[in-house]
């Protein structure tokens, strides 16, 4: 049994074929490829025990209070001009109230808009004033008819023009002036001589307008048919033509021409009354000299 063993021993072995061949050659390439495994480190053996666990615990915890320390101290040390620059958008900033503020009131809200209106419309109506003819009170108390107009137009014209222009409640720089204007003009009107000369005055600037416009649409074609097909005629076509804006405007001009001439002739007439008074007293006063000489040069005669 020994000699058949050895025999098979040193019997050769047989030789793969190509294919095994080259199989071997790859296992054999894959396991040069293959890095070996690291040994694992054997475990230190423990020292202490749970002690030493706590004493690592109590060194990470003080670590980390003392970076936080380190983190605040240099937020503390910050530099001056980011300081004064974080100061300055904390003052823009609004502050924050404890308490919510109480909601508008829409009443209040609504006077004050009203407050602001009803100074609007005084200042308003104080640079129309001082815009007006001085001569025409009409046009200082905003009377649309002007000569037409009634004594309770009159009246209610003036009444809201002093309610709108009083120094006490408008603001206007000029308030107390335009109040003064309104005051005469009212004054005026209620004096039957100058509401006459100033009616007359109006009325005539209104026939020379319309003089001039019988002149324009006498042979104007258009306004002869609109006249023929209108229900009132050329009346009533005259009637809205005066009631326009344009015409009121025309009628303001022509009457502060006529206005301006008659208190130019009036100024002329007063000054020549002047003079001629002035003339008549200087006369008596050379007359009662003269008379006085005379007297005494009698009295020298008679005594003498």
Sequence with gaps: MATLNQTQQHQPKPEPSG???????????QLRL?????PEPEPKPARGGTN?????????TNMSSIHKETTDHNNQKQDPDDASADAADAASLPAASTSSAPAADPESLLREFMQDVSEARRSGECERVLGCFKLNPYDILSVGSQEEASAAEIRKAFRQASLLV???KCKHPHAKVVFEMVNKAYKDLQDEEVKKDVDAT????RGELRRERQKLVKKDNAYLAAAALRKGGAEHLEKEYESSKGFQEQLRKKAQELLTQLEWRRRQIG?????????????EQKSAQEFKKKLAGKKTWEKG
């Design 52 to 60: 030493d666990i706590d004493k690592n615990t109590n060194t990470n």
């Design 202 to 205: 109006i009325k005539h600037a």
């Design 166 to 168: 009083h120094p006490d």
């Design 271 to 283: 000054k020549r009354l002047k003079g001629e008074k002035q003339r008549v007293e200087e006369e």
């Design 34 to 38: 293959t890095p070996e495994p690291e």
């Design 19 to 29: 294919k095994g061949r080259e199989n071997g050659k790859q296992e054999q390439e």
